[in-house]
């Protein structure tokens, strides 16, 4: 069995999100805002998983700010703050939930089956009925391993065109998910291409390294000014980067699930690793060895943090198209 690699050094400071446990909204660490002008609902949401800084950071700045949308309506929202108190720097990985993933919960079926319970679930009934409301969601993410940030813009053409129109991270990954079950990036109209809602996820970096707090901010005033809910002078002036020269779509065709512990990969991938041959050896599962199925095949999120059977433990993925951005844009 292959174990991870030692814990990453923790480089943030984590903010007190207690401050913000009151709310508008009258759900506890959700905060919804109506200018009082038409315009769409935008939601940004961090702590989808509780070891995951970098979103959190940002929401709490721009609730310290007192951002207000000019048009439409505007969520700030902490998701799982149950595992996020759980935080313990010894066991970092340990805060990613309380009972069960809170990024696979999201189908009515699921939501609705209350013989079902767990911390995560409770939660997510709760959050639902705003997130019901939003035409636009921003999911702050960040990766187990240290790897290049990119966008999670689901199976459909409209998350695709949202995330070059985004114009960063530069590696968009189109999938259908994980069998283990739906995320909140999916979830009703988000998910179902005839809705006019759309919803991106944000993999921001590794989840304590101080570059992913950048490509947090950066993302979110992106999404925000695109959205049109606010204006370029309601941000801090330093949040956007550059944006990225070239952008690659990559489709997803498989997940790579493990059957028990007994799990390894052939060497230390950390993601995006690309492999030119088809039949390149990239791990073992249950001592069978595991090649990839093409030529030019992309290892997305390669990662054992979370090692249990049942759990996708990286995606394959094929480069289908590349798009350049104009210098003069």
């Known amino acids: 069995m292959s174990t991870p690699a030692e814990n990453y050094p923790i480089e943030v400071t984590f903010p007190d999100i207690s401050v913000h446990a009151e709310s508008e909204s009258g759900i506890p660490y959700v905060h919804?805002?109506?200018?009082?002008?038409?315009?769409?609902?935008?939601?940004?949401?961090?702590?989808?998983?509780?070891?995951?800084v970098c979103g959190a950071i940002v929401v709490?700045?721009?609730?310290?700010?007192?951002?207000?949308?000019?048009?439409?309506?505007l969520t700030?929202?902490?998701?799982?703050?149950?595992?996020?108190?759980?935080?313990?720097?010894?066991?970092?990985?340990?805060?990613?939930?309380?009972d069960?993933?809170?990024?696979?919960?999201?189908?009515?079926?699921?939501?609705?089956?209350?013989?079902?319970t767990s911390s995560e679930l409770a939660r997510a009934r709760e959050m639902r009925p705003v997130i019901d409301t939003v035409d636009a969601l921003l999911d702050l993410h960040s990766m187990h391993?240290?790897?290049?940030?990119?966008?999670?813009?689901?199976?459909?053409?409209?998350?695709?065109?949202?995330?070059?129109?985004?114009g960063t991270p530069a590696t968009v990954i189109c999938d259908e998910g994980?069998?283990?079950?739906?995320?909140?990036?999916?979830?009703?109209g988000f998910g179902d291409a005839a809705s006019p809602k759309?919803?991106?996820?944000?993999?921001?970096?590794?989840?304590?390294?101080?570059?992913?707090?950048?490509?947090?901010?950066d993302t979110t005033a992106r999404f925000l000014l695109l959205s049109g809910v606010i204006d370029r002078e309601d941000l801090p002036g330093d949040w956007l980067s550059p944006l990225p020269q070239t952008m690659h779509v990559v489709r997803v065709t498989q997940p790579v699930v493990?059957?028990?512990?007994?799990?390894?990969?052939?060497?230390?991938?950390?993601?995006?690793?690309?492999?030119p041959e088809a039949g390149s050896l990239i791990g073992w599962s249950n001592g069978e060895p595991i090649h990839t199925p093409y030529d030019d095949c992309m290892l997305v999120m390669p990662s054992l943090r979370q090692l249990r059977p049942g759990v996708t433990v990286v995606r394959l993925g094929k480069i289908e198209r590349t798009v350049e951005r104009d210098s003069a844009a």
């Open 32 to 52: 919804t805002f109506d200018s009082g002008t038409p315009g769409p609902h935008v939601m940004i949401n961090a702590l989808t998983h509780g070891n995951e």
């Open 60 to 73: 709490d700045a721009l609730l310290r700010l007192k951002l207000r949308p000019r048009r439409g309506r």
């Open 76 to 98: 700030l929202s902490f998701a799982n703050v149950a595992a996020y108190a759980s935080f313990d720097p010894s066991k970092p990985d340990a805060a990613r939930f309380v």
């Open 100 to 116: 069960q993933d809170f990024n696979r919960v999201w189908t009515s079926k699921v939501l609705d089956d209350t013989s079902r």
């Open 145 to 166: 391993e240290r790897s290049k940030p990119l966008i999670v813009a689901g199976p459909l053409d409209k998350g695709i065109d949202l995330s070059l129109r985004l």
């Open 178 to 188: 994980h069998p283990e079950g739906r995320r909140m990036r999916d979830y009703e």
């Open 198 to 217: 759309n919803a991106l996820l944000i993999e921001c970096g590794q989840h304590w390294e101080r570059s992913a707090v950048t490509v947090a901010r």
């Open 258 to 275: 493990a059957q028990s512990m007994d799990f390894r990969f052939a060497a230390p991938y950390t993601g995006l690793e690309i492999f």
